[in-house]
């Protein structure tokens, strides 16, 4: 079946630092990505989608400026946390999406610890 | 845009009870309607799933009911079993469009 790798699976970095996550779809063409930020204990939370080529698209509250998305090619979506703070720490997750697929295939995840 | 709530927020069973879990959505267009099984640090997997041409679908011990008119849908888990124990949540989207969760039910199954 379809397989989205994410990396990595957990990292920790200092205040003001930046990181990348990455999520590569095995298998298929990711024309879709969505990011998705879980804290302990609560729901998924979309932060933005992401077409293939295109800008993505930023839920309300989530600063672009800071959590930078590339979905520059069909299989590799990248989000990065710009000068983190320990409130940004969280778990991490993708989810891509096939042209016209009604599947939705999420990443391992990418706990984010920022101290 | 999309809202989606999720009741119970905790549910404890005895091992071979059912268990219900309820979501409601706002957005009327939205037909497409996932349920996911989440364990501990791990992705979402997703146990069943049901699109607004129908108003049941079962698998084994698990099924979902969908009520279009009054928005909202269920997951039964049939004779449940510990390893059902888990955080469920729903979901649901417009087309292929981006997937909103509900806020999830911490179940616990007990021996």
């Known amino acids: 079946g379809a397989v989205v790798s994410q990396h990595p699976s957990w990292v920790i970095c200092k205040s003001g630092t930046s990181v990348k996550i990455e999520c590569r779809s095995l298998d298929f063409q990711a024309t879709t990505m969505f990011w998705y930020r879980q804290f302990p204990k609560q729901s998924l939370m979309l932060m933005a989608t992401?077409?293939?080529?295109?800008?993505?698209?930023?839920e309300q509250g989530v600063e672009k400026d800071k959590f930078l998305i590339n979905h520059a090619s069909l299989t590799l979506s990248t989000l990065t946390v710009t000068s983190a703070h320990p409130e940004d720490s969280s778990f991490y997750i993708c989810s891509a999406r096939e042209y016209r697929s009604y599947g939705y295939t999420f990443g391992s995840g990418t706990r984010l610890t920022v101290v | 845009g999309e809202n989606v709530e999720q009741h119970p927020s905790t549910l404890s069973v005895q091992e071979g009870d059912s268990a219900v879990i309820k979501c409601t959505y706002s957005d009327s267009a939205s037909n497409y309607f996932p349920w996911y099984k989440q364990e501990l640090g791990k992705r979402p997997q997703l146990i069943i799933d049901i699109r607004s041409n129908v108003g049941e679908k079962k698998d084994q011990r698990i099924a979902v009911t969908l009520n279009k008119t009054a928005k909202h849908f269920s997951l039964h888990i049939t004779e449940t079993q510990p390893e059902d124990s888990a955080v469920y949540f729903c979901?649901?989207?417009?087309?292929?469009?981006?997937?909103?969760f509900g806020t999830g039910t911490r179940l616990q199954v007990f021996p």
């Open positions: 992401s077409n293939e080529g295109s800008k993505a698209t930023y």
């Open positions: 979901a649901a989207s417009r087309d292929t469009d981006k997937l909103i």
